[in-house]
T-cell receptor, first 114, second 114 residues
């Protein structure tokens, strides 16, 4: 079985500061990894994903994440955040090779303050 | 191109009742997944439908059931409601061949069980 741990439930930052949202996973097999974002009163939106190949993946809105197999981590980063990045961010892992059955972490609320 | 729409957006039921939640998939999509998101938690996979058949199920009891129709719309039915069923129910559609994790989520139906 797979599991995902998001180490911070809330991350407050100031506008234009860098941010890192941490995610660790556990799995006995190869996994696919994802970050989704949920803006207030909206559905989840895929931010980026790691399937294979380069361990640094770039997503929408200037976000990127690095897959580290030895540390079983998939941390999300952005060098300079905007007020509009305020949202809940979810790390997820595919379960058993399924394309659609995802196991999500509990989420990290990113709050960007002026 | 219309996105994933869900109805109703909010509803209140009492323990023991039954509820039906509806989802209209994004145009052209042929798979649908349902997730339960309890307050403060990440989404949990309930089941997935493809070609009108259940194609994967999470750790949910049989009183959670679903349907997918020829037009790819979908229903989630929950019988004998319990207090712990209070949650946001998310529908996500996709298209076979899009690749892992390419889920398009609706805004959800928030169910409160009293």
């Amino acid at each position: 079985a797979q599991s995902v741990t998001q180490l911070d439930s809330q991350v407050p930052v100031f506008e234009e500061a860098p941010v890192e949202l941490r995610c660790n996973y556990s799995s006995s097999v190869s996994v696919y990894l994802f970050w989704y974002v949920q803006y207030p009163n909206q559905g989840l939106q895929l931010l980026l994903k790691y399937l294979s190949g380069s361990t640094l993946v770039k997503g929408i809105n200037g976000f990127e994440a690095e897959f580290n197999k030895s540390q079983t981590s998939f941390h999300l980063r952005k060098p300079s955040v905007h007020i509009s990045d305020t949202a809940e961010y979810f790390c997820a892992v595919s379960a058993g090779g399924s394309n659609y059955k995802l196991t999500f972490g509990k989420g990290t609320l990113l709050t960007v303050n002026p | 191109e219309t996105g994933v729409t869900q109805s109703p957006t909010h509803l209140i039921k009492t323990r023991g009742q039954q509820v039906t939640l509806r989802c209209s998939s994004q145009s052209g999509h042929n798979t649908v997944s349902w997730y339960q998101q309890a307050l403060g938690q990440g989404p949990q996979f309930i089941f997935q439908y493809y070609r009108e058949e259940e194609n994967g199920r999470g750790n949910f009891p049989p009183r959670f059931s679903g349907l997918q129709f020829p037009n790819y719309s979908s229903e989630l039915n929950v019988n004998a409601l319990e207090l712990d069923d209070s949650a946001l129910y998310l529908c996500a559609s996709s298209l076979v061949g899009l690749g892992p994790g390419e889920l398009f989520f609706g805004e959800g139906s928030r169910l409160t069980v009293l």
